[in-house]
């Protein structure tokens, strides 16, 4: 009985022991097999990002510059617009008003009511004098070769000063070679007021044969004088109210965005500067971005875009490339509507930068691998494949295996390789240092 019992207690003593060296030999097994992480390449074509800060650009806009007559000028009451609104044709983005406008009116109209009464006070003190058709043509031809001679001798200056200005003289017949279009303008002004001058002094001529009272003469020139007055106090008062009127309210020549503002409330404007810019019809705003720095090129229609790792990205392009007034590169990217509905609007981006992402994606398709798993440097780089062995006595191992690798480019954690290595699982990630033929563990986590 004794015996029995015996044996039983050596076979469970020999259960557990035996146990228990397989399990210290797993133990032990797993404590000393370096352990890493698999994964599997993908195919595709890299991706490379470079990240841009763009401002609001206006490359297309037409210049708003009211025609103010040289003694003019207005006043800036009130801007309703700022640069980046959107506005509709027709909308008033600025009023004003003729600077002195009251002033400048009463001055017009003292001067017409003083010539209006001097004609009359002249129709009154020369009731009894009586013009003929022979002092009505001397006088005609007096005044006409007058004004002749003056437009005749404004225009050859202005002839003169243009050759001087563009290094050339006059010619008989013709224009001077290179002579550029305005100067072609003046000469043939001049050559025409020359002729005019001609058929005005053979009227004079012909004229002088006939004498003219000296009361009759003195009431000629005079009523002239102040007829001639009183048209250009009217002609003044009447460009003064349409002047005024004109730019009360300034208005949206068509739909657009305002580009730049000029002028701001109370400023006194001359007509010399920019009013105000309009993005040309049908012309939209762009994305400008300073490339002056970036190593790799920019061309136009190279994919843009915002956001690119949310789920509401946006895809743009660029549509320009060029260089500034200061020499530093830029490049010009499309502003679509889903970029300002998703910025707000054209005013608020002009209020802060807005960061977009050109994509530069490989031609061809290749293996892609995260960084990490590539190894080595210059030329010699190369991946572990681990390969699964099986035991004798059942169970399998995983061994590594050095493969040779060819490197297209490396972006943002992954690595694109030339080699088709997409059916292999490539080991990673490990937990201590591995090489060619180690056995190794994966991590089960």
Known sequence: MNVKRFAIRGIV?????????????????????????????????????????????F?????????????????????????????????????ARVTNYETARKQFQD?????????????NKYRDV??????????????????????????????????????????????????????????????????????AQAAMDDASRYSVDENVWTFITEQREQQQKLSDAE????TLVALN????????????????????????????????????????????????????????????TMNPDSYDAIE???????????????????????IIRARGSVYAMTQEETPISLIYRAKEATSLLPTSAVRGSDKDRYVFVAEQNTAAFGGSTLKLHKMEVTVAGEYGGTTSVQEDVTYYSI?????????DGDAVMEYLD
């Open 13 to 57: 003593f020999l259960a557990i022991f035996v146990a228990l060296c397989m399990f210290f030999s797993g133990t032990v097994r797993t404590i000393t097999t370096p352990k890493v992480r698999l994964t599997a390449a993908k195919r595709g074509k890299l991706e490379e990002r470079v990240e841009l800060s763009c401002k609001v650009s």
């Open 59 to 95: 490359p297309q806009v037409d210049e708003i510059k009211p025609d103010l007559p040289d003694e003019y000028t207005m006043t800036i009451t009130r801007v309703n617009t700022r640069e980046g609104y959107t506005v509709a044709k027709g909308d008033v983005l600025i009023e």
């Open 111 to 123: 001067a017409y009511d003083e010539a209006s009464e001097q004609l009359m006070t002249l129709a």
């Open 130 to 199: 009586r013009i003929s058709r022979r002092d009505q043509a001397y006088a005609d031809a007096y005044f006409g070769l007058r004004q002749a001679r003056r437009d005749a001798v404004s225009l050859e200056l202005d002839m003169d000063a243009q050759l001087a200005r563009e290094g050339l003289s006059r010619v008989e017949d013709g224009y001077p070679e290179g002579a550029s279009d305005g100067l072609i303008a003046i000469i043939d002004a001049w050559r025409k007021a020359t002729g005019v001058l001609e058929a």
């Open 235 to 238: 002609t003044s008062l009447r």
């Open 245 to 304: 009127d004109s730019v009360r309210q300034i208005v949206a020549p068509h739909d657009g965005y305002v580009a730049a503002l000029g002028v701001k409330e109370g400023d006194t404007y001359d007509g010399s500067q920019t009013l105000y810019a309009i993005t040309a019809e049908d012309a939209m705003p762009a994305l400008r971005a300073d490339i002056t720095d970036q190593t790799r090129s920019v061309t136009e229609g190279m994919t843009a």
């Open 316 to 338: 743009t392009k660029v549509i320009a490339t060029g260089t500034d007034a200061e020499g530093r590169k830029y490049c010009d990217i499309q502003l679509t509507d889903s």
């Open 427 to 435: 080991a990673y990630g490990e937990d201590r240092a591995i090489s």
